[in-house]
Nanobody, 127 residues
Framework: QVHLVESGGGLVQAGGSLRLSCAASGRTFSGYAMGWFRQAPGKEREFVAAISWSGGKIYLSDSVKGRFTISRDNTKNTMYLLMNSLKPEDTAVYYC????????????????????WGQGTQVTVSS
């Protein structure tokens, strides 16, 4: 099993930026697809972004497209979420998730696709 740890959350004003990191450890990172989800107070957890093992394929939810960027550095076993033009509605606990995939080009959009989860990092955007 892979152990995931998020960092980089915090309090930011609307229009500001944050970069979240998700560091993976525990076994080889090869073939490991990853994603970001978030859960706002009183709401269900929702998909934010996903990236294939190779990094060559990404997918962003419509609510963050054009503002957020997902990337990864496999030499550091780390995935990132750069969040620009933050809005108060982006306030949530952000979770990273991961799974091993058969191919380097696969990414996954659903919670149940991911067996590995981090503990979450709080992002708060003030208006």
């Amino acid at each position: 099993q892979v152990h995931l740890v998020e960092s980089g959350g915090g309090l930011v004003q609307a229009g500001g930026s944050l970069r979240l990191s998700c560091a993976a450890s525990g076994r080889t990172f090869s073939g490991y697809a990853m994603g970001w989800f978030r859960q706002a107070p009183g709401k269900e957890r929702e998909f934010v972004a996903a990236i294939s093992w190779s990094g060559g394929k990404i997918y962003l939810s419509d609510s963050v497209k054009g503002r957020f960027t997902i990337s990864r550095d496999n030499t550091k076993n780390t995935m990132y979420l750069l969040m620009n033009s933050l809005k108060p509605e982006d306030t949530a606990v952000y979770y990273c998730a991961g799974r091993f995939a058969d191919t380097g080009g696969s990414y996954f959009l659903l919670e149940y696709d991911y067996p590995d989860w981090g503990q979450g990092t709080q992002v708060t955007v003030s208006s």
